[in-house]
């Protein structure tokens, strides 16, 4: 295990040459990927989230492509389409944005519903469709997707099912006065050009495959399940926690392990995760969505009536 956590411990120490601050924010995206899920970035725009794309895709020497997710984007751009080739006399395949490792899906709330569920498919199936052919799409796959906040102009609340797909959904925030005097001071440099690949696409799948295979005790899965069940049965809760919220947890926990160093999930691996990984599930009732803080309060809340399990080391 020593040496994962040095190729994990260059890999966060690549990423912060290119990203000032923000280690959390970074260990949160490697989780996810390291569990094979995709992420959601919701923020404002001018804090990063395109150059945090950029950097995991070169640190983790994966192909990557991005997307403006602008109103007139169509489906076809993302699965590929059918082309007329005059020479050949026959239709050939172009490839679309989604036939690469990362696709950085940027702003994908000021797209049409059309447009968003072709992401959503090969987002869950890992392939796309066009003229009745499937194609897998490269191994691994991530989208990081971004969107503005509700409300900004053009933008759209992204439907629940699709939300639900997303295994992590974060914001990345401002920063504080330290760290923007840094950014500001390597504004005439390019920080990309001198980070480092350390992995590569088939070293990614050997670390997801390990993370997969981190051992979890019963008292885990019951918290969760319990946790799961505690938010279907809250009175300010419309729709709780789905089976796929409850399998991003277990799937992150065993990431945080992994980033811990351990081959075995501990009980502050889930509690640490649980924000990131299931409160952008929720669905709050109309009567306390005028709050801005009702989903963390409500979540908070919740969370405080399951008690954390306690399990010996292994």
């Known amino acids: 295990m020593s040496d994962k956590n040095a190729i994990i411990g260059a890999v966060l120490d690549e990423l912060q040459k290119v990203i000032i601050g923000k280690r959390a924010v970074l260990e949160k995206i490697l989780m996810a990927i390291l569990a094979g899920g995709h992420i959601l970035i919701d923020d404002i725009p001018g804090v990063g989230k395109t150059t945090i794309s950029v950097a995991f895709a070169k640190v983790l020497g994966l192909l990557q492509k991005r997307l403006q997710f602008t109103p007139d984007i169509l489906p076809s751009d993302i699965t590929g389409f059918s082309m007329y080739d005059k020479s050949s006399n026959e239709f050939r395949y172009v490839e679309g944005a989604a036939m690469t490792n990362i696709l950085l899906a940027d702003e994908i709330n000021r797209t049409s519903p059309r447009t968003q569920s072709a992401l959503l498919e090969v987002m869950e199936e890992g392939s796309v469709t066009v003229d009745a052919v499937t194609r897998s799409v490269p191994k691994p796959f991530i ?97 709780g926690i789905s089976p796929r919220g409850s399998i991003a947890a277990i799937k992150m926990a065993q990431a945080h392990a992994v980033l811990c160093g351990r081959e075995y999930v501990r009980p502050e691996d889930a509690a640490v995760i649980l924000k990131s990984v299931l409160q952008h599930r929720l669905i709050i009732k109309n009567r306390v969505s005028f709050d801005h803080n009702a989903a963390d309060n409500i979540f908070e809340e919740i969370i405080r009536t399951v008690p954390l399990p306690k399990i010996a080391e292994i």
């Open 143 to 239: 989208v990081i997707a971004t969107q503005n906040p509700s409300g900004s102009i053009g933008t759209q609340e992204l439907p629940e099912s699709q939300v639900d797909r997303f295994l992590i959904r974060i914001s990345i925030g401002y920063p504080d006065v330290k760290e923007e005097i840094e950014i500001l001071k390597g504004i005439h440099g390019n920080a990309l050009s001198n980070v480092r690949s350390v992995l590569n696409a088939e070293e990614l799948s050997a670390l997801q495959a390990h993370t997969s295979r981190v051992h979890v005790a019963d008292s885990i899965y019951e918290y969760i399940a319990r946790l799961a069940e505690a938010t279907r049965q809250s009175s300010a809760v419309l729709l």
